[in-house]
């Protein structure tokens, strides 16, 4: 076997009293895709850190090509041919791709040959198999066009080891399948890549060796084609989920507590028409770009419908605005944490109190921030929230405990209509079980639920009522223990009518 091009001995991570990493070695080869995977909270995001200079550790040791060495910042793991690419791209939308990809090269003279570098963004861009413009403007890219910029701008630093955290959370099966050939494409070139996912079937599908970690520690490393679905979901979590995912029948009373007709937004979406009862769970499936979350931005304000129809409890409302849904009993949890769904720089206490400041607040206006640190409380113990600390900014949490503060957030409103976009997206097995008992318990509590999900499986557990949506309407309804994992995605895809697939 080759020598590693980086490896991690002995590494130790405290912040305070809490130890993020604990004695954790990880060795990285050329020319391999190396999987990590683990439980929301399990370090991963800390060990990133580590390897590329956001953090140092507080005692252990990093080696690149036999070599110990000491990044102090990202610039240093990059000169040491260290980067990483993250699920939420982070590129200059006003740059174009060439621009994007050279701004981190410190060393280029104040006079830029704009030809040459133009002519270097190209091959960069063919290097890895796709065909981008590198004279277009980043702020016009799709999520999986920027990630792919990002890796370019990697391999201009000529990257060695490069590290993929969840990169592909948000794209859709296609745009995967061309990252998983990007990947592909690096390995064998030499570079060393590291691949986090809670995807266990993309773990499956492209690396070619896997290290669990759990609570800070290495647990295991070994070839993929020698473990399982099983075992890595054992040795992630540390206990038995056998039944986790069973479907649990229906608690629906036969009530309707939110009705829908001929809802339709020009350009999105239209002729949407359904109901959900009181502890119902609805979920929408559909492919990326089926327009399921336009029609609940419109169903809780954001984006409101041009024409259509919407009962509440049996009485026809209007809503215009976010704080007229709220005033109704409807909750939305965003698929997008950054942009509608939590304030990263706030605590987790003042995220999950905000939409209800008024509960905490005194004739006065001033918040009662013992009452407010009472219920933050509350929700950190119900939903598992790993954290020491509620003052806490919450950009600090994990991504899946980031999910969490969000779904707190909104049950604090005491919604009588939940629609949850993506609930489990970025989440790991262990935390998905959780989310799932959650939803499960408010349905028994009598909350209308809707939900859109791009995991079938999720769907066919959860949903009491399956609708499937097709480029902006309606191409089918299922009841949940009718249907079947094939017909909802013939459905989706156009390949079959509701008809034809019964």
């Not at 621009?99 to 861009?125: C, G, T």
């Amino acid at each position: 076997m080759t020598n590693p091009i980086l490896e991690m001995r002995n590494v130790h991570k405290n912040f305070g009293k809490t130890a993020a990493l604990s004695n954790f070695s990880l060795a990285l080869y050329p020319g391999e895709i190396h999987a990590l995977v683990g439980e929301n909270g399990a370090g991963k995001s800390t060990l990133i850190k580590s390897m590329t200079g956001i953090h140092q550790p507080s005692s252990g040791e990093i080696f690149v090509d036999g070599k110990k060495c000491t990044f102090r910042s990202t610039q240093e793991s990059q000169a040491g041919g260290v980067a990483a690419i993250y699920q939420e791209p982070m590129v200059f939308p006003d740059l174009n791709i060439a621009e994007n990809i050279f701004i981190s090269h410190h060393d280029r003279p104040a006079f830029i040959n704009w030809k040459q570098m133009y002519d270097e963004a190209e091959k960069l861009v063919a290097r890895l198999g796709v065909n981008l413009d590198v004279h277009r403007a980043a702020s016009s890219l799709t999520l999986a066009e920027q990630q792919t910029v990002e890796i370019a701008r990697a391999i201009s630093l000529d990257v060695r080891v490069l590290i993929m955290d969840e990169p592909s959370a948000s794209l859709s099966n296609h745009e995967v399948e061309r990252l998983f050939g990007i990947a592909r494409s690096l390995r064998d070139q030499g570079v060393a890549v590291l691949y986090i996912s809670h995807r266990l079937e993309e773990v499956f599908e492209l690396s070619d060796k896997v290290t669990v970690m759990r609570d800070g520690e290495h647990i295991s490393t070994k070839p993929t084609a020698e473990v399982t679905h099983d075992t890595l979901v054992a040795e992630m979590v540390g206990r038995d989920m056998q039944g986790r995912f069973a479907r649990v029948p229906s608690v629906a009373t036969g009530e309707t507590m939110l009705s829908v007709k001929g809802l339709r937004k020009f350009g999105e979406f239209r002729d949407i028409s359904f109901e959900v009862q009181k502890g119902e769970i609805v979920c929408f499936s559909g492919l990326v770009g089926a327009k399921r979350t336009d029609v609940a931005l419109a169903l809780f304000g954001i984006e409101p419908a041009d024409e259509g129809q919407i009962e509440i409890d049996g009485k026809n409302v209007e809503i215009a605005t976010p704080k007229d849904a709220i005033e109704m009993g409807i909750a939305y949890v965003s698929e997008d944490r950054r942009k509608l769904g939590i304030a990263m720089e706030e605590s987790i206490t003042a995220n999950i109190t905000l939409p209800m400041l008024a509960r905490y607040a005194n004739k006065m206006g001033l918040i009662n921030t013992q009452l407010e640190h009472e219920d933050a409380q509350n929700y950190r113990e119900k939903l598992n929230i790993k954290t020491n600390d509620l003052d806490g900014a919450v950009g600090t949490l994990s991504g899946g405990n980031q999910q969490k503060v969000m779904l707190a957030k909104w049950l604090n409103t005491n919604p009588t209509i939940l629609i949850v976009d993506e609930p489990t997206r970025g989440i790991d097995v262990g935390a998905k079980a959780e989310v799932h008992q959650i939803i499960h318990d408010l349905a028994a509590a009598g909350v209308a639920i809707l939900i859109i999900s791009s995991d079938l499986p999720e769907v066919m557990s959860l949903a009491d009522k399956i609708i499937v949506m097709r480029e902006g309407h309606i191409a089918g309804i299922f009841a949940g223990e009718d249907a079947s994992e094939e017909q909802v995605m013939r459905l989706a895809v156009g390949a079959k009518t509701q008809e034809e697939v019964a």
